[in-house]
């Protein structure tokens, strides 16, 4: 999977992504998070008409390039940067044997279920989900706090509030806060 440069800007309830590889690439929306997950969605269906007409899919650069780049026109003090992955379709399934907890695999069946998906269905949403998330570099809206119980480590949203992610194991996560003890 490779990984775009995208330039972020804008205010209030406008706010446009546009991507310096890939030239009329762009997103936009009513947050930050809405127009990286357009820039994410018009990323892949470029990508998807120069795979159809067999042009080359220009690689990306890494962010210093692209930051040195005059004509990116990057300015870093009204803009940001942002990764904007590109998820070909191969329209080809592939077999994958996967080990989960049990009871994290039969909470996918429920939701699976309850949604009307199947579980590869469901699996696939929710990869889906986490990759195309895209990451805002130097976020600092997540924290981490540590369950008195089983010791795992459960990172929360701190703008929504809401838990999105839960380690299987006793390891922090790498580059998140810890919450105060309350």
């Not at 947050?31 to 795979?51: F, H, K, N, Q, T």
Request: net charge positive.
């Amino acid at each position: 999977m490779a990984n775009y440069v995208g330039i972020l800007d804008g205010a209030g309830d406008l706010w446009g992504v546009r991507i310096p590889d890939v030239p009329g690439c762009h997103g936009g929306g009513e947050s930050p998070e809405a127009a990286l997950a357009d820039a994410i969605s018009a990323l892949r269906e470029v990508a998807a008409y120069y795979v159809s007409n067999a042009i080359p899919i220009p690689p990306p650069r890494a962010m210093a390039d692209v930051i040195r780049d005059k004509a990116a026109e990057y300015d870093p003090s009204k803009e940001g940067l942002v990764m904007v992955p590109l998820l070909l379709d191969r329209a080809r399934p592939v077999k994958a044997n996967i080990s989960l907890d049990a009871g994290l695999l039969e909470a996918i069946d429920e939701e699976a279920e309850r949604r009307g998906l199947t579980r590869s269905g469901f699996l696939t949403s929710a990869a889906l989900d986490k990759i195309e998330g895209g990451r805002v570099v130097g976020a600092r809206s997540r924290s981490q706090i540590k369950h008195p119980t089983t010791g795992t480590w459960t990172k929360r949203d701190d703008k929504s509030g809401k838990f999105m992610d839960v380690k299987a194991h006793a390891k922090r996560f790498k580059g998140v806060r810890n919450e105060q003890k309350r």
